[in-house]
């Protein structure tokens, strides 16, 4: 009876050791999804590597160019959701690359510079409303180290590009680099041609794209101060030319088309010197918490 006894007491303990081992093994499985839990990325880790994903950045002619007003290079938004790139930093390589000072090796601070706010139009009369700068799907922002340094006939300040830019292109006042798009209205399209007569409507023909006629010519030794290209206007015809045919004319007609903004931005860092070295330089985005969405380096 005794033996009887003790053998199935050992069975009753063997019983009990292997329920003790399922519940460690269920123990442990409990922990290791918990573990895996708390380590997937946070919501701001994820925000950043969704907007690395968004936001390129291409080094344009940061590589040869010298002058700041010269000096640029582009940020793409390649996603389908709008990104607000205002107040992001850019930063180049220089604490990248030590310099030597006689016989010392030296390290400087990177130099880093703000992604300012920028007008959807810029107002003829200087006082252009300023907003953040929005990149929405396939979108970019043309980001030029200093300043255009003519001021007339329009204070030139970061602004999105539209069809009437054009004419800002085709001004000798300014040096846009790149170049803007100059897909003015056509002039023989203007509202009010109809009630021309032949004659102007035969000069307008001859007037190209996105140009401001200037009116006033010399002709015969002689100056005509109502002349164009050889032509007297009549004070209506020059009346029409003047009110449409520039950029402040443009805006007054146009500003409500359909498809009036285009989809570059150009933005000015205000910089008087360059930023972008010929060589061993990197360009950095890093948003405003800090974090970096890409970098582009050469």
């Known amino acids: 009876m005794k033996f009887e006894w003790q053998k199935g007491s050992s069975d009753l303990v063997g019983i009990l050791i292997i329920v003790i081992i399922i519940i460690v093994i269920v123990s442990d499985r409990g922990g290791t999804s918990s573990t895996y839990t708390n380590s997937s990325p946070s919501s701001s880790n994820i925000e950043a590597v969704s907007a690395t994903n968004a936001v390129t950045v291409s080094t344009g002619n940061a590589a040869y160019s010298y002058q700041p007003y010269e000096e640029y290079i582009t940020l793409e938004n390649r996603s389908r959701t709008p990104v607000n790139i205002t107040g992001w930093q850019l930063r180049n390589g220089k604490d990248k690359r030590p ?37 929405q799907n396939n979108e970019r922002a043309i ?64 007037i190209s794209s996105c140009e401001t006629p200037k009116i006033g010519e010399r002709i015969n030794n002689e100056y005509c101060e109502n002349c164009f290209e050889g032509k007297l206007l009549s004070s209506s015809c020059q009346a029409f030319i003047e009110e449409h045919y ?52 050469y």
């Open 143 to 206: 980001v030029t180290t200093g300043l255009l340094g003519n001021r007339s006939p329009y204070v030139i300040t970061s602004f999105k590009e539209n069809m009437c830019t054009g004419y800002l292109e085709a001004l000798p006042d300014y040096a846009f680099n790149p170049s803007l798009s100059r897909g003015c209205p056509r002039p023989q399209n203007e509202p009010g041609m109809e009630n021309l007569d032949i004659a102007c409507r035969k000069i307008i023909d001859n």
């Open 99 to 135: 310099y030597y000072s006689g016989s010392t090796l030296q390290r400087f601070s990177a130099d880093i510079a703000i992604i300012p706010q920028a007008t959807l139009i810029l107002s003829p009369s200087g006082k252009s409303l300023n907003q953040d700068v929005i990149l």
């Open 246 to 297: 520039s950029y402040q004319g443009c805006l007054a007609y146009h500003q409500n088309d359909p498809k009036f903004s285009g989809n570059t931005w150009r933005l000015f860092l205000g910089r008087g010197w360059e930023m972008w070295a010929e060589e061993y330089e990197s360009i950095e985005l890093f948003d405003r918490f800090g974090q970096l969405v890409n970098y582009q380096s």
